[in-house]
């Protein structure tokens, strides 16, 4: 098994970062038989690089490339002296920073709505730091287009002016989504979606998904991965798929818009519930635990500590709206998804539909419309969507896309 395993479908990418590890890994060699110093870095002729910024479409698998990646460069297997690659998955160098317990790896995620300053200043001075393990100090920022305007020059000094043996690895949807004076100093690797074909077969030979429903999975979600995983495994997932891919045909009157609206954002507001439950109580009695109130007391806290507990409160309730946005998102990506099979049946198009499973509704909705107005369906869609990253109430954006869906 080698760290490149589950990068389905990126056999350009793989190949490009593994020549980059081979030399990351020359340059470490090199300074070691110096005796340490100078330090190793990368130079111009090098396919390794300071800064990389992996983008590509929601499920291509961009941050799996970078942890892979990250992995490659602290892989200490022997074989390298043999003249195998680095990344072999099986050294402790692979494994630890493929579970997230490498020194030398910091993985940054958010759920939350946004990276901010403060964050962002905690991972440049982790950056400075010279690598433990005597390798690379990698950084791998999942969420680089989270960054707040301030937060992004902040980060833009760090990858102007780079640590000896630091490595960024930045992961976005877009270039537009990170600023140009950072993606200007990267090294860009796009990734595209996966084959649904392998996306299916990675799900059955690794997570034992019978093939059926790792193939319709697959279909559905048009090869993104964890969805895919997600719809295969959570009935939740496939019951609140059921109920979007029912609303094209509920849009018939004033009412019927209003009331599907609502029920759409009612699903979303109960995802972020479930996850609160999940994670805020057991995160809060961890929190009182960690400031000297006894667990499960319900006790007074410590003088002082007060604020602590409001500034996890606060960050709770960003999750909860990050939470509800991309459960609605999600919603909102299978409508799409719907229309645009809709749109093929119109135009007789070979293509594979995704949603073979409401093949009924599909046609119905087909033979009723014309291409124009699934068309102008898709853009309602669309301009939700737009809306919602504008921060506009989720119910009132959703009312609007609802009515337009009916008018057409």
């Known amino acids: 098994m080698a760290v490149w395993d589950d990068l389905i479908g990126q056999d350009r990418v793989a190949a490009q970062l593994t020549a980059a590890a081979r030399d990351a890994d020359a340059l470490v060699t090199a300074a070691r038989a110096a005796g340490g110093a100078p330090a190793a870095e990368p130079g111009a002729a090098s396919r390794m690089t300071h800064a990389w910024l992996f983008t590509g479409p929601p ?57 901010g300053v403060k964050e962002t200043r905690d991972l440049v001075r982790r950056a400075q730091l010279s690598p433990a393990g005597g390798r690379w100090q990698v950084i791998v920022l999942e969420d680089a287009d989270r960054l707040t305007e301030g937060a992004g020059n902040v980060l833009l000094k760090a990858v102007e002016e780079p640590a000896p043996r630091t490595v960024w690895l930045l992961c976005a949807p877009s270039l537009e989504d990170v600023l140009p004076t950072i993606r200007s100093r990267c090294r860009l690797l796009t990734l595209r979606t996966p084959p649904v074909d392998a996306v299916a077969d990675i799900l059955v030979r690794r997570d034992g998904i019978e093939p059926e429903r790792a193939a319709s999975a697959a ?46 954002v009612d699903a979303a507001v109960e995802d972020a519930k479930q996850v609160a439950e ?18 499960g007391t319900g ?26 946005r991309d459960s609605l998102d999600q919603s909102l990506t299978d409508l799409t998804g719907f229309y645009r099979d809709v749109l093929a049946l119109q135009l007789g198009s070979q293509v594979a539909l995704a949603n073979t499973d409401v093949r009924d509704a599909l046609e119905r909705v087909a033979s009723g419309s014309k291409p124009e107005r699934t068309l102008r369906r898709i853009e309602a869609v669309s301009a939700c969507r737009e809306a919602l990253d504008r921060n506009v109430a989720p119910l009132l954006a959703v009312e609007a896309m609802t009515m337009a869906l009916r008018a057409g």
């Open 299 to 324: 006790g007074r806290l410590p003088r002082g500590t007060a604020g602590a507990m409001k500034e996890l409160q606060d960050r709770q309730k960003r999750r909860a709206t990050r939470t509800q």
């Open 59 to 115: 499920g291509s698998g961009r941050d799996t490339a970078a942890r892979a990646f990250a992995a490659a460069l602290q892989c200490v297997s022997p074989d390298r002296a043999l003249g195998g690659a680095p990344g072999c998955g099986f050294c402790d160098g692979c494994h630890t920073a493929l579970v997230g317990t490498h020194a030398d790896v910091e993985v940054v995620r958010t759920d939350l709505l946004t990276i």
């Open 219 to 264: 279909r559905a979600t048009q090869g993104h991965i964890d969805r895919a995983r997600r719809l295969a495994t959570d009935e939740r997932a496939r019951a609140r798929r059921a109920a979007v891919l029912k609303l094209p045909l509920r849009v018939d009157d004033v009412g019927g818009c209003l009331k599907a609206a609502q029920e759409l």
């Open 278 to 295: 999940e994670v805020d109580a057991k995160e809060t009695e961890e929190l009182r635990a960690a400031l000297g109130a006894a667990a």
